[in-house]
């Protein structure tokens, strides 16, 4: 099956500075890639998400680019803010091609601390 | 929208007793719904994968006669855990997707506490 590796598993960064957040995946078949914010005790919130025919996709401070051939995806926040501080998770998923739902494979997650 | 209700938020029971989670899709037909156990500071671990008017799929190691779901309607999933004993204590999540449609909208969550 898929597995996903994710660094680094903590991170600090002063306000104002950029945060990156890398993943590796298994699967060449894998073909959508989201990142999910989590807050502590709250339910994993979408920030964006990349499929296998795109290379880059950003929305206001927050970019994805994917490299196929690598097999890796990151995650880029520019300008953080404290209200970043959280727990970022990336998952890939495999495309089952039978009519059922692909399954999303979480990485480990990072805690990103952003301080004044 | 795609807004997914979870309930209850917090449950806190005896050993031994069966406790059912709830999942709604408020605003969307789910034909997907996934349940996911999350132990502290880690990942979400996939528990079992649930299709409208199907059986579920659980994943290797999960009990399916333990974590019994049932998936009756496009906007309702249930888990229940059979006999919950400690080591059933964690936090379960509920996501929920459309037909064929990324990406998977998650619920609250539930903390269960087994004494």
């Known amino acids: 099956g898929e597995n996903v590796e994710q660094h680094p598993s903590t991170l600090s960064v002063q306000e104002g500075d950029s945060a990156v957040i890398k993943c590796t995946y298994s699967?060449?078949?894998?073909?959508?890639f989201p990142w999910y914010k989590q807050e502590l005790g709250k339910r994993p919130q979408l920030i964006i998400d990349?499929?296998?025919?795109?290379g880059e996709k950003k929305d206001q401070r927050i970019a994805v680019t994917l490299n196929k051939t690598a097999k890796h995806f990151s995650l880029h926040i520019t300008e953080t803010q404290p209200e970043d501080s959280a727990v970022y998770f990336c998952?890939?998923?495999?495309?089952?091609?039978?009519?059922?739902?692909?399954?999303?494979?979480f990485g480990t997650g990072t805690r990103l601390q952003v301080t004044l | 929208g795609a807004v997914v209700s979870q309930h209850p938020s917090w449950v806190i029971c005896k050993s031994g007793t069966s406790v059912k989670i709830e999942c709604r899709s408020l605003?969307?037909?789910?034909?997907?719904m996934f349940w996911y156990r999350q132990f502290p500071k880690q990942s979400l671990m996939l528990m079992a994968t649930?299709?409208?008017?199907?059986?579920?799929?659980?994943e290797q190691g999960v009990e399916k006669d333990k974590f019994l779901i049932n998936h009756a309607s496009l906007t309702l999933s249930t888990l229940t855990v059979t006999s919950a004993h400690p080591e059933d204590s964690s936090f379960y999540i509920c996501?929920?997707?459309?037909?064929?449609?990324?990406?998977?909208?998650f619920g609250d969550g539930t903390r269960l506490s087994i004494l």
């Open positions: 996501s929920a997707r459309g037909p064929y449609r990324e990406p998977q909208h």
């Open positions: 699967d060449s078949a894998s073909n959508y």
């Open positions: 990349i499929r296998s025919n795109v």
């Open positions: 998952a890939a998923s495999i495309p089952t091609g039978t009519g059922t739902a692909s399954k999303l494979t």
């Open positions: 605003d969307f037909q789910a034909t997907t």
């Open positions: 649930s299709n409208e008017g199907s059986k579920a799929t659980y």
